[in-house]
């Protein structure tokens, strides 16, 4: 693949102290879909998830669980492991930050930050949230029940004082505004970009990264006192992925990566802590980063104490993997907050997927089967109604292409449904079950219209549902399936054999109480 365009996407790492759920599930499988894209748009790819395993959270978790914080770590994040590969996820590295190459990447860095002087020995006193592993201002704290005071996230958050190394952020200030400035697209959606530059132009205080007060972490290159504040170990994990230290290789290669995927929660610690980190170490910063929504469940916020966790092992279960992959990202415009629920799952799956899209391939391959001898069909010259369709179909791509590239995954998806629907009217309007009757060579030409099209869905419903789509893509007998292949010179040859065929999308049908 060499001189092919590169791309190189990212989802957060997960800490260790839980088991995976719905939330990373989402930003994984948003990566996914990127990724394959990508690739069968003739990208080099290199798509990287992993686990943050340092950190007072974590060595808390595995205190309770009376375990090594080692032990925690190895058991959870190969949980985390398994989630990508039950969601079919096509990552190309899995990166745990307990791993030697990463903890000599992390130690390099910091190197690299004493040396420009960014780095520096001092004290601090403040406020810290262990759950959000964040310092918080006295200015940002809200007031709990009781008057207890909270982080803005509702976080329980405690006082520190300890002797700690400082990174000099307040004089990245002027250069992150710059930044941003000359980048209109490396913060997005658009709220999050307003948010993360009032932030900085509020003003940016040195930020303490090393503590002293526990052992769970990397230890800070000659003071062994002090290991590493966990959001510099962990966001430098996307540097230790493409070979840093070593700046050729894929360094050379992906470096700077195109998109990090995170939630909205964590939007300030990559858009100006990591690119601060990486200006100070004389790197580029990464060409953009998105923050997508939170998901609610049922109308409620999801928490362990609520006891309203989705586990999205058993959505896959229940639904099907390709309807949760599909649901997950059709339901709720990326960027926004969503809701899931039983009901709405089950509207996505039997509406779009079995009648609109399944439907359609159903009765247009068993028409197929049945009357044009398991092959596909002879055409003959097209009317209005059969270019208009056709040119629909292969105008696609392009629509595609520009929503992935915004990440705006439900736009992109009903402009695929956009053409759906619309070959399901063609096919009502036509009424090939007629034209058997009154006119075969019609009925073939009708058939081949609409077998050409769904040839060009299934190649563009790949990265979303790889497993139907490759079902579909079987049963026209297409063994192309990059996406250079979608538009007429590649379109289906008359006469080709074809396998029998079978439904792909199934309904979901409730359990009737006995
Ligand atoms: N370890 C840090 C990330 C370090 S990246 C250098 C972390 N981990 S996390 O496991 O707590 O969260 C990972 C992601 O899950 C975040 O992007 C977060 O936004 C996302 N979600 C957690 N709950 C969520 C929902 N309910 N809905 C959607 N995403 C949510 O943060």
Redesign the pocket.
């Known amino acids: 693949m060499s001189g092919a365009k590169t791309f190189y996407v990212?989802?957060?790492?997960?800490?260790v102290?839980?088991k995976p759920?719905?939330?990373?599930a989402?930003?994984t499988l948003a990566c996914d879909v990127l990724a394959r894209f990508k690739r069968l748009d003739g990208y080099d790819v290199k798509f990287l998830t992993g686990?943050?395993e340092h950190g007072q959270k974590v060595e808390k978790s595995a205190e309770v669980a009376g375990i090594s914080p080692q032990a925690l770590a190895d058991k959870n994040s190969a949980n985390f492991r398994e989630l990508a590969a039950r969601l079919n996820c096509s990552n190309d590295d899995f990166i745990r930050t307990t791993e030697k190459r990463h903890v000599a990447a992390v130690q390099a860095l910091w190197t690299k930050l004493v040396e420009s002087g960014d780095i520096y020995l001092g004290h601090y006193e403040g406020w810290y949230s262990v759950r959000d592993?964040a310092f918080y201002g006295e200015d940002e704290l809200v007031a709990g029940p009781n008057g207890r005071k909270l982080a803005p996230t509702g976080a329980p958050v405690e006082w520190v004082k300890e002797p700690s190394y400082f990174f000099r952020l307040s004089a990245w200030q002027d250069k992150l505004l710059e930044w941003y400035d000359a980048n209109p697209d490396c913060v997005a959606p658009q709220s999050r970009r307003n948010e993360v530059i009032s932030f900085v132009k509020g003003g940016l205080q040195d930020l303490s990264v090393s503590r002293t007060s526990f052992k769970w972490g990397i230890p800070v290159p000659g003071d062994d006192a002090h290991v590493m504040y966990?959001?510099l170990d962990?966001?430098?994990?996307?540097i230790t992925a493409v070979g840093y230290p070593d700046q050729g290789g894929d360094y050379a290669r992906y470096w700077p990566a195109d998109l990090?995927?995170?939630?909205?929660?964590?939007v300030r610690?990559?858009a100006v802590y990591?690119p601060a980190f990486l200006m100070a170490a004389g790197l580029k910063p990464a060409t953009r980063v998105f923050?997508?929504?939170?998901?609610?469940?049922e109308g409620q916020?999801?928490s362990k104490s609520v006891g309203n966790v989705?586990d999205p092992l058993e959505l896959i279960e229940k639904y099907g993997l390709d309807q949760v992959r599909y649901f997950m990202l059709r339901e709720v415009p990326f960027g926004n907050?969503?809701d899931y629920s039983h009901r709405a799952m089950v509207m996505r799956m039997n509406s779009e997927l079995a009648n609109d899209y399944g439907n359609l391939a159903q009765r247009v391959l068993s028409m197929i089967g049945k009357n044009c001898g398991n092959a596909v069909p002879v055409h003959g010259e097209f009317n209005d109604d059969d270019r208009e369709m056709l040119d629909a179909a292969h105008g696609l791509l392009h629509k595609l292409r520009d929503a992935m590239d915004r990440q705006v995954f439900h736009e992109g998806l009903e402009a695929l449904w956009v053409v759906i629907r619309a070959a399901n009217g063609y096919v009502d309007r036509q009424a090939p079950w007629t034209l058997k009757k009154t006119d075969p060579a019609r009925m073939g030409t009708v058939l081949w219209v609409l077998a050409e099209t769904i040839r060009n869905l299934a190649l563009l419903t790949q990265a979303f549902m790889p497993d139907s789509s490759a079902k579909l893509l079987d049963q026209l007998a297409v063994t192309e399936r990059s996406l250079d292949r979608c538009g007429s010179h590649h379109a289906l040859k008359p006469g080709t054999p074809l396998p029998v065929p079978q439904g792909v999308f199934p309904r979901f049908v409730e359990e009737q109480p006995e």
């Open positions: 990212t989802t957060p790492i997960y800490y102290n839980d759920h719905i939330g990373h989402y930003t686990t943050d592993e966990v959001w962990a966001l430098t994990n996307y990090h995927m995170v939630g909205k929660d964590i610690f990559h990591w923050a997508h929504g939170w998901w609610t469940n916020k999801i989705i907050d969503g």
